[in-house]
C-alpha cells in the first residue's frame, strides 16, 4: 500500500485527494497496472504544472503589484521630500531676509541713536552758550543797577540838602507868600528831578531788553 494511503485526506493537497480517488477507483476495479499508474503519474504531473502555472501568475501578479506599489509609494515619498525641501528653501529664504531686515533695523536704530546724540549734545552747548550770555549780560545789568542806586543815593542826598535848605528859608521867611513862592519852586525842581530819574529809568530798562536773548519758542 502507498504512504498516501496512510495519512488521512484532511492533511493532504487537493491534488492529491483527487489522484487517490482516482487511484482507489481504478484499483477497485481491477488491479494497477504499469499504464494505469503511469498514466496517474502523468495527470498528478498535469496538474502539477497547472497549478504552478497557477502560482507562478499569481506570483508574477502579485510582484507587479508590488513593484507598482513600491514605485508609487517611492513617487509619493520623493514628491512628499521634494516638498519638504521646497518648504526647508522658503523657510531658509525667510530667516535670511528676517536676518537682512533685522541687520538693517539694527543699523537704523544705531545710526538713529547716534544722531539724536549728536542732535542733544549741539542743542545743550547751544543752551550752555546761550546761558553764557545770559550771565554776562545780568554782570553788566548788575552793574549798571549798582551806578542806579548810586545815583538814587546821590539824588536823595541832594534832596535832604534841599529839604535842609526849605528849612532855612522857612525859618528865614517872614510872609505866606514868599513861603508860597519857595514850595512852587521846590515843586517844580523836585518834578525835573524825578522826570530824570523816571527817564534814566526808562532808558535802562529799554537796554536791558534789548540786550537780552529773545526767548526760546522750541523748547
Given at each position: 500500500?502507498?504512504?498516501?494511503?496512510l495519512?488521512?485526506?484532511?492533511?493532504m493537497?487537493?491534488?492529491?485527494?483527487?489522484?487517490?480517488?482516482?487511484?482507489?477507483?481504478?484499483?477497485?476495479?481491477?488491479?494497477?497496472?504499469?499504464?494505469?499508474?503511469?498514466?496517474?503519474?502523468?495527470r498528478?504531473?498535469?496538474?502539477?504544472?497547472?497549478?504552478?502555472?497557477?502560482?507562478?501568475?499569481?506570483?508574477?501578479?502579485?510582484?507587479?503589484?508590488?513593484a507598482?506599489?513600491?514605485?508609487?509609494?517611492?513617487?509619493?515619498?520623493?514628491?512628499?521630500?521634494?516638498?519638504?525641501?521646497?518648504?526647508f528653501?522658503?523657510v531658509?529664504?525667510?530667516?535670511?531676509?528676517l536676518?537682512?531686515?533685522?541687520?538693517?533695523?539694527?543699523?537704523?536704530?544705531?545710526?538713529?541713536?547716534?544722531?539724536?546724540?549728536?542732535?542733544?549734545?549741539?542743542?545743550?552747548?547751544?543752551?550752555?552758550?546761550?546761558?553764557?550770555?545770559?550771565?554776562?549780560?545780568l554782570?553788566?545789568?548788575?552793574?549798571?543797577?549798582?551806578?542806579?542806586?548810586?545815583?538814587?543815593?546821590?539824588?536823595?542826598?541832594?534832596?535832604?540838602?534841599?529839604?535842609?535848605?526849605?528849612?532855612?528859608?522857612?525859618?528865614?521867611?517872614?510872609?505866606?507868600?514868599?513861603?508860597?513862592?519857595?514850595?512852587?519852586?521846590l515843586?517844580?525842581?523836585?518834578?525835573?528831578?524825578?522826570?530824570?530819574v523816571?527817564d534814566?529809568?526808562?532808558q535802562?530798562?529799554?537796554m536791558?531788553?534789548?540786550?537780552?536773548?529773545p526767548?526760546?519758542?522750541?523748547?
Amino acid at each position: 500500500m502507498s504512504n498516501k494511503l496512510l495519512r488521512p485526506q484532511s492533511e493532504m493537497h487537493p491534488l492529491e485527494r483527487m489522484i487517490t480517488l482516482l487511484e482507489e477507483k481504478h484499483m477497485s476495479i481491477e488491479p494497477p497496472s504499469l499504464e494505469s499508474r503511469m498514466r496517474a503519474q502523468e495527470r498528478m504531473t498535469t496538474l502539477f504544472n497547472a497549478r504552478f502555472e497557477e502560482l507562478e501568475q499569481d506570483m508574477d501578479a502579485s510582484f507587479k503589484q508590488v513593484a507598482a506599489y513600491y514605485v508609487h509609494s517611492e513617487q509619493v515619498i520623493e514628491t512628499r521630500f521634494n516638498g519638504i525641501d521646497t518648504r526647508f528653501d522658503k523657510v531658509d529664504t525667510r530667516i535670511q531676509q528676517l536676518a537682512q531686515d533685522m541687520d538693517a533695523s539694527f543699523k537704523q536704530v544705531v545710526a538713529y541713536h547716534v544722531h539724536s546724540e549728536q542732535v542733544i549734545e549741539t542743542r545743550f552747548n547751544e543752551v550752555e552758550a546761550r546761558l553764557d550770555k545770559v550771565e554776562a549780560r545780568l554782570d553788566k545789568v548788575e552793574v549798571r543797577l549798582d551806578k542806579v542806586e548810586a545815583r538814587l543815593d546821590n539824588i536823595e542826598v541832594r534832596l535832604d540838602k534841599v529839604e535842609a535848605r526849605l528849612d532855612n528859608i522857612e525859618a528865614t521867611m517872614v510872609t505866606k507868600e514868599d513861603l508860597a513862592k519857595v514850595e512852587t519852586r521846590l515843586q517844580e525842581s523836585i518834578n525835573a528831578i524825578e522826570v530824570r530819574v523816571f527817564d534814566g529809568f526808562k532808558q535802562m530798562i529799554t537796554m536791558i531788553d534789548l540786550r537780552l536773548p529773545p526767548p526760546s519758542h522750541g523748547g
